[in-house]
């Protein structure tokens, strides 16, 4: 299995920067692929950034150009870089790791951006 711990999750000022870690464990060998999903209230969890075992990467078009995501490989660790906030980004960021067996879930970390 594999366990996911988020941080660096705060409030923040609209137009500031803020940025997401999100640390693996376990069987690191079966991950295809590492994304920042979130989640605000009365609204679906969306995709906001995906990084393939390839190192390829995708965006919601909401966050293209503001938001980046990116690894270290030796951390184990994933990164999702957010700069240019808006209070839409308001919300719980859960990281996520798809692998061989399934799907697993970070607790998540709460951003809040303020206007």
């Known amino acids: 299995q594999v366990q996911l711990v988020e941080s660096g999750g705060g409030l923040v000022q609209a137009g500031g920067s803020l940025r997401l870690s999100c640390a693996t464990s376990?069987?690191?060998?079966?991950?295809?692929?590492l994304g920042w999903y979130r989640q605000a209230p009365g609204k679906q969890r969306e995709l906001v950034a995906r990084?393939?075992?390839?190192?390829?990467?995708n965006f919601a078009d909401s966050v293209k150009g503001r938001f980046t995501i990116s690894r270290d490989t030796a951390k184990n660790t994933v990164y999702l870089q957010m700069n240019s906030l808006e209070p839409e980004d308001t919300a719980v960021y859960y990281c996520?790791?798809?692998?061989?067996?399934?799907?697993?879930w970070g607790q998540g970390t709460q951003v809040t951006v303020s206007s």
């Open positions: 990084i393939t075992r390839g190192g390829s990467t």
């Open positions: 376990g069987s690191i060998f079966g991950i295809n692929a």
């Open positions: 996520n790791a798809d692998t061989l067996w399934g799907e697993y």
